[in-house]
Every structure is written in structure tokens, then in C-alpha cells.
């Protein structure tokens, strides 16, 4: 389980496409919106895609001014469930299909 949390800044006058774009992109959560542009995110892990992958995706989204990484928990989950059938662990967290 991998969480960041992230504040944007976002221009105000391109807010509204901005939040929908950040909507649409799978491990992405809006938490907060302020009317001067500012959001409160959380982004996570997807199966395919490390949160660190969609932090950067997010800079490329028109309009974004900053986005800050203020929050971040990495918790190995094979560590909490253990399996012991299961083959051992890669030393990439890089996702596998």
C-alpha cells in the first residue's frame, strides 16, 4: 500500500478542467477544492501504475502551478498477510501484469 498525499495549485481559471482531469485518472482522489485553485489529494498505487508515475502525470495537467507531496505511507502489505505458498517477492515495487 503506497498513499501521497499532495496539495495542488491549480489556476484558477483552469480549476474546473483541471479537477475533471485529476477525476478521470485512476488512483486519484479530490479531497478539498478552495475557489483561489488550491486542492487536497490523495494518490495511490493502481495496479498497473506506481503513485509516483500519476505525481508526475499531474504536473503535466494545464494549468497546474505546484504540487506539493505532503503526506506519504508505504506499508508492505505481503508483511501483514503472510502467504506461505506464495513465490517471494520481486526487489521492484515496479507493478507486474
Do not use: G, K, P
Given at each position: 500500500?503506497?498513499?501521497c498525499g499532495?496539495?495542488?495549485h491549480i489556476a484558477p481559471a483552469?480549476?474546473?478542467?483541471?479537477?475533471?482531469a485529476m477525476k478521470n485518472t485512476v488512483g486519484v482522489e479530490i479531497?478539498?477544492?478552495?475557489?483561489?485553485g488550491r486542492?487536497?489529494?490523495?494518490?495511490?498505487?493502481t495496479p498497473t501504475r506506481l503513485a509516483s508515475e500519476i505525481i508526475m502525470d499531474l504536473h503535466q495537467i494545464p494549468g497546474v502551478i505546484s504540487l506539493t507531496l505532503t503526506y506519504h505511507h508505504f506499508e508492505d502489505t505481503a508483511d501483514s498477510h503472510p502467504h506461505p505458498d506464495a513465490p517471494?517477492?520481486?526487489?521492484?515495487?515496479r507493478p507486474t501484469l
Open positions: 500500500m503506497n498513499i499532495c496539495l495542488l483552469q480549476a474546473l478542467a483541471a479537477s475533471e479531497h478539498a477544492e478552495a475557489e483561489d486542492f487536497v489529494i490523495v494518490v495511490e498505487d517471494s517477492q520481486t526487489t521492484s515495487r
